[in-house]
């Protein structure tokens, strides 16, 4: 496989738009072409990651984002795997690229969901499970993360506290990034007394809805060099991995299988152990979430994952800082942007421009996007170069 | 349709009088309740369809405040995991569960019947 380059990655704010997702898209894109200081026509192909575009009555995005660029020849399609479309697209950009047919290809993500009223938006995230089976059982989607919650609790004895000291650390990153949704100092005491949607979890252990986009673009090598480019972040690693789209089939409830086998696929081919990371982007869609991610991951042991957070080591300025951006809890989760976004966290991280959330010295950083409960899962290791 | 493979309607159909219907590889004898064609464990083509035990405890449950779509009048009630006695895992739910005190983790229930179109379990005493 050839040497691949993360180029250029812009999102936009994530929250409350008035933009479509199709404004969105197009503007994240431009924003990460800019960056990358390349021409649209540089661009040989796309993938845009989207879960529900069809609550905005529009399938079929990829044409009408080329054309807003400039560069309507460009084949683009859309790729779905609910929250983890993003990663998804991305590892098949990845793909083209390190396989030598594609130079160049462009990786949107975009949203739409604030125009749904709460009962549509949480019918559509449970449409990302086995819906006619555990969504028309009754379970929502924090249902399905509920019902991981308790099992950790049972293994484990994890702690609802706990639980809250991860929203905690999120929104006290999220403080400083002026993209992020939710904006706002939280305590534990405030999550534990947020209502609760499906026991153990309450609203503040949850991400918010979130409109938005990011994009990225990625080169080989010899684009670099034919263009003289100065070579900045390569990816070192691309890890995807499906699991069991029933939650209530699996053996371990706490625990992804799919996060297990993406991240070895990813840090072997790095080369790497989690020891060198020097952050994570996870994907926190609850706040279970980060802490069964940081245990698969294999930062932590199996269990001792949520007492880390609660001891300070995974803050910015803890041994591994996890979710510097905020994370999907803070920043925000466009369902189809946040694996991308995830990426331009990384972006911003490798290249220092990441203000009062810089981590110090960042070299490699580590992307985990989770769709559903773990149906999907990719993993992406980027390194500055 | 027996041996050809275990389909959607298959299983919510039987749910409704508390029937559960599964799939046995017959090659390994690999059995599970879920919509398949191939054997998880060996690959084979051929799964029969049986009748299976629809009793079994509570794996992990949650108590669902807000509920998705067909489900918003039904709010409190538990939504469950359950092993059942062959060790295959399904989905359900238990109406008129308010509080996580009222189950546990290894309670015994059994199927009923379905709704809207849920499997609906009751508990069981030990």
């Known amino acids: ?385 | 349709m027996s041996d050809e493979a275990l389909f959607v309607n298959d299983i919510i159909e039987a749910t409704r009088d508390g029937i559960i219907k599964a799939y046995q590889c017959t090659e390994c004898n690999e059995m599970g309740v879920s919509v398949q064609a191939l054997c998880k464990q060996c690959g084979n083509n051929k799964l029969n369809i049986k009748e299976i035990s629809n009793v079994g405890k509570v794996v992990t449950y949650t108590i669902q405040t807000v509920a998705p779509d067909p489900f918003v009048n039904e709010v409190p009630y538990a939504w469950v995991i359950v092993e059942l006695e062959d060790k295959i895992r399904i989905t359900g739910w238990i109406p008129f569960i308010s509080s996580k005190e009222q189950l546990s983790i290894g309670q015994k229930v059994k199927l009923v019947k379905s709704y809207k179109p849920g499997m609906v379990f009751e508990k069981l005493s030990e």
Do not use: W
């Not at chain 1, 990460?32 to 575009?53: L, R």
């Open chain 1, 1 to 385: 496989m050839n040497k691949v380059f993360l180029i250029g990655a812009a999102g936009t704010a994530y929250g409350k738009s008035n933009l479509t997702a199709r404004d969105l898209s197009m503007l994240a894109s431009k924003h990460a072409i800019e960056n990358a200081g390349i021409k649209p026509q540089d661009i040989q192909a796309s993938f845009v990651a989207n879960a529900f575009g069809m609550a905005e009555k529009q399938g079929h995005l990829g044409p009408l984002l080329m054309s807003s660029l400039g560069i309507p020849h460009a084949p683009s399609s859309t790729i779905e795997a609910a929250c983890c479309s993003g990663g998804s697209a991305f590892r098949e950009a990845y793909v083209n690229v390190a396989s030598g047919f594609y130079d160049v290809m462009l990786i949107t993500g975009t949203e739409k969901v604030s125009h749904l009223d709460t009962l549509t938006a949480t019918t559509y995230f449970a449409y990302g499970g086995d819906y006619l089976f555990e969504g028309c059982s009754g379970a929502s989607f924090p249902g399905l993360y509920a019902a991981m919650a308790r099992a950790h609790m049972h293994e484990y004895g994890t702690t609802e506290e706990e639980l809250a000291a991860v929203a905690v650390k999120n929104h006290n990153n999220g403080m400083f990034n002026e993209k992020a949704h939710l904006q706002k100092k939280i305590t534990v005491d405030d999550v534990l007394k947020s209502p609760v949607v499906a026991d153990p979890l309450k609203l503040f252990d949850a991400c918010p809805f979130s409109d938005g986009a990011a994009a990225a673009i990625i080169a080989s090598e010899e684009f670099m060099n034919r263009n003289g480019l100065e070579k900045k972040i390569s990816i070192k690693g691309s890890g995807r991995s499906g699991g069991s789209g029933s939650l209530h089939t699996r053996e371990d409830m706490s625990s992804l299988e799919s996060t297990i086998r993406a991240s070895r696929e990813a840090l072997g081919q790095a080369g790497i152990s989690v020891k060198d990371l020097d952050f994570a982007e996870v994907h926190d869609c609850f706040t279970i979430a980060e802490i069964i991610a940081m245990e698969d991951l294999g930062i932590f042991e199996k269990g001792q994952a949520s007492k880390a957070v609660v001891e300070g080591r995974t803050a910015i300025n803890g041994e591994i800082p996890i979710n510097p951006s905020g994370g999907l809890k803070s920043k925000g989760h466009p369902v189809g942007a946040t694996g991308v976004g995830q990426i331009v966290e990384v972006f911003d991280q490798l290249t220092g421009n990441s203000g009062k959330r810089q981590v110090n010295d960042a070299r490699i950083g580590l992307t985990h996007n989770v769709g559903a409960t773990g149906g999907s899962c990719a993993v992406h290791i980027f390194e500055r170069e």
